[in-house]
């Protein structure tokens, strides 16, 4: 793997600078966590293996907030639509586990409590992110922090293609950010599929506005990376999740879709066509169908309602985020995870009925359909239980909540008003006075 071109002063720089100003604001922690989402190298300790520059500013992030709530005496978790869902599925990894133990199907307790512990700081990501949102200026500040983290690790990506270009006679496997060896190209693909998704929105919704451009050309920077990645779970992705977009918010764009699509496998290279020829059922029947069937068996004859525990066998034994989860969590892990995306999904079109500015529209339309992408990615692969495509999902997802949050308490105060004055006239109103009878 080709070196990182991004200097680790630079690197290390963000998360300690980052970690330093969320004492004077957390958003300023957040947009280091943003930016370090997509860069950060992997840490590996005795302690835990998986650790990243983000986890350090998280830890900061979440601090800070927690003293900053006490001391205000303001409620601890903002009010927002997923919050039990969120607790069911957290209580669901806490129960795969107990039982796990009890079981002895869990291999070790530290294992189990690092992968709960990790989805507990998503949680709770989610939960400050959308606790950080207060007005639209919070909004533009934390997804320019995010698209600006999606930039840079583009740039990696430019950079490796152009300083080891991809050859006919190589293994699929071009793009990576400093991680471990052995890490996929599918999890840096597929966090770069979300943001893409949320700039091609914001130039959908901003145009004709000669701010959509700015957007649009980024959405081209991102793209690349994507293709040359292989991920052939993250290209089908990318693909439906634009479809999603166009087909439930900006149908005016549908016919250039489809030019597009006829026009894009003739002008990618030779390289990219072949494996984008690989995207079939017949091969998502031999390489990842078999890790349902594997799942169901191996989890139903020892667990089915909190499967073996989280962390018996890393998060990818069954090459997709589905058969996973039933594994660690059976049944009841399951239907907590389902149920909390379709709760995001339902969140999200909420939210867009309740706001007019494109600007809040874009980025709650790309969250959509960068939802829908992550759906279908996880049929063959696991990129809300991966870290770098997680954090970004629940790091975007969180200021959708910010934002649905935003819209009810406008709606809220609209209808106050309208209650108000309709009050104020009913009590100003005069009768006419009859006329005299003669």
């Not at 190298?41 to 302690?47: A, C, F, G, M």
């Not at 066998?313 to 069954?318: E, T, V």
């Amino acid at each position: 793997m080709q070196a990182m071109p991004l200097p680790n002063w630079l690197l290390y720089g963000i998360a300690i600078l980052g970690a330093l100003l969320t004492w004077r604001d957390v958003r300023f922690g957040l947009a280091a966590v943003a930016i370090a989402i997509g860069i950060s190298p992997e840490l590996r300790t005795d302690l835990a293996k998986d650790l990243r520059l983000e986890d350090f500013v998280i830890a900061a992030v979440v601090l800070s907030w927690f003293l900053r709530k006490v001391s205000t005496g303001e409620r601890l978790i903002p009010e927002t639509p997923l919050n039990r869902l969120w607790s069911w599925w957290l209580v669901a990894g806490a129960l795969s586990i107990v039982f796990g133990i009890l079981l002895g199907t869990v291999p070790s307790v530290k294992t189990s409590a690092f992968h709960w512990l990790k989805r507990l700081e998503l949680a709770l990501l989610f939960w400050v992110v959308a606790d950080s949102v207060r007005s639209l200026k919070d909004v533009r500040f934390l997804a320019t922090a995010g698209l600006v983290g999606a930039l840079l690790s583009s740039y990696i990506g430019w950079h490796q293609k152009w300083m080891n270009p991809p050859r006919e006679d190589v293994h699929w496997n071009a793009y990576k950010v400093g991680g471990p060896p052995g890490e996929k190209s599918n999890v840096y693909a597929q966090y770069l599929v979300f943001n893409t998704l949320v700039g091609l929105a914001l130039g959908f919704s901003l145009y004709p506005s000669s701010a959509s451009w700015l957007p649009f050309a980024l959405t081209g920077i991102m793209v690349v990376p994507v293709l040359f990645s292989f991920s052939r779970s993250a290209m089908a992705a990318f693909g439906l999740g634009t479809v999603a977009l166009v087909g439930v918010f900006h149908r005016r764009w549908l016919p250039l879709l489809l030019v597009a699509y006829f026009l894009i496998p003739a002008v990618v290279p030779s390289v990219v066509q072949r494996r984008l020829s690989e995207l079939s059922w017949e091969r998502f029947k031999v390489e990842r169908l078999g890790g349902y069937i594997a799942s169901v068996r191996e989890t139903f004859s020892r667990n089915p309602l909190t499967g073996r525990g989280l962390g018996f066998a890393g998060f990818n034994r069954y090459e997709n985020q589905y058969a996973n989860t039933l594994a660690h969590e059976g049944v009841l892990g399951l239907l907590a995870f389902v149920a909390l995306l379709f709760g995001v999904l339902k969140m999200l079109r909420e939210a867009t009925v309740l706001t007019n500015d494109p600007y809040l529209l874009g980025i709650l339309q790309g969250s959509y359909a960068g939802t829908i992408a992550f759906l279908i990615a996880g049929l063959s692969g696991v990129p809300l239980l991966a870290i770098r495509p997680s954090e970004t999902f629940w790091f975007w997802t969180g200021l959708c909540a910010g934002i649905w949050r935003l819209a009810w308490d406008q709606a809220v105060s609209v209808q106050e008003e309208t209650a108000r004055l309709e009050t104020e006239a009913v009590a100003n109103f005069e009768p006419p006075v009859a006329s005299a009878v003669r």
